[in-house]
């Protein structure tokens, strides 16, 4: 099986996932372990800061890394299955000369070199910037002085480990997904599972009903659409509460993580979007419609979710935040009470629609550029 520079590129989301997701665990994880050797030194009246930067550290590495390593995931079978669909001819040409299911798919461990790459890229990232952030946990030196130390264990779990599982999870899937008929992969027909349709057909328009027949059609591809305005909706506003409740690098830091999610995951989703539809796109350009009915047929769907995403992510935030203040830090006197704060929303939501409207703006003037001889010449 030969991955392609092309294939490769989009296996980059996954890295980078990946890389946010380690980078994360590590500081809090290696953090954890360093001060708990630490404990029988720490005095009475830091007890209830110990007990409290140690839940920390546990429910971000939970939630945060849980919920990313969920989206890599996703993506993973997303890219596998799509691998499939492009080169069906040749998988099925492999299966027509008599390779097995399982000779083709174990090849697919490939895949994980991708989740490999990005968690070794995290962990090392965290560990070089692991001194800072031990002096922003210590900054009002309730503990005695901690240097990082490097923790085998740790490091397998967070780096070794999830190649080793999504290495096996891409040759899973994709040994299901090969066990589809030889000529179905030969002219690589996609399945694609919708709800049977009423009787006497849509009655919406035809362009109202492609535009929900294309979000039907990729599904996964709302799930990383809506998971990117969830990153910059929760991760944006997160940052501005950082300043108050930890520190400024600290609000630097969950910014630039949220801002790499976002748009990362937005141009890959966008661009598995136009480039599925291609064909889609050359008929209707064929039969006379212009570039703003086919950019509202393709894009168009994805708008509702987008904006779905971005509210999900504004009440994870609050959730996050205020349980964390409310019940971890309750003891804690220096931490000050946590309210939403409308402000730092309103200017989120502004940023966020000129982000995706231009986003999506710059994607229909790919439609527009499109070729349609050569995409109708495939």
Known sequence: MIIGIKDAL????????????????TMFLNYNVDIAAMKAEITTEAAAMYNAIVSTGKVVAAVSGGCLVATSAVMLLFYVKNYIDTHGKELGILKALGYSNFKIARHFWVFGLSVFAGCFLGYALAFLYLPTFYELQNADRLFPEIKPHFHPIPAFLLVCLPAIIFAILAVLYAYLRLKN??????????????????????????????????????????????????????????STSMTDLSSGEMAVMVLAIGLILAFVTLFLSLSSVVKG???????????????????????????PFAYLGFAIGTGYQYALLKGMVSMVFADVGTVPEYNFDFK????????????????MYGYSQRIKKLPVKSVMME
């Open 10 to 25: 989009k296996l980059a989301g996954i890295s980078v996932i990946a890389c946010c997701a380690v980078f994360v665990c």
């Open 181 to 238: 008929p030889v000529l179905d992969l030969l002219k690589e027909r996609r399945e694609y599972k919708q709800k049977a349709a009423k009787r006497g057909g849509s009655d919406l328009p035809f362009l109202q009903d492609l535009k929900w027949s294309t979000v039907r059609g990729r599904k996964s591809l709302v799930f990383f659409i809506a998971f990117s305005a969830f990153c910059f909706s929760a991760m944006l506003q997160m």
């Open 277 to 303: 539809n291609a064909k889609t796109i050359a008929m209707m350009r064929v039969f006379g419609y212009n570039h703003g009915d086919c950019a509202k047929a393709v894009l168009g769907g994805y708008r």
């Open 344 to 359: 730092a929303c309103a200017i989120t939501l502004g940023l966020f629609v000129i982000a995706y409207e231009v986003a």
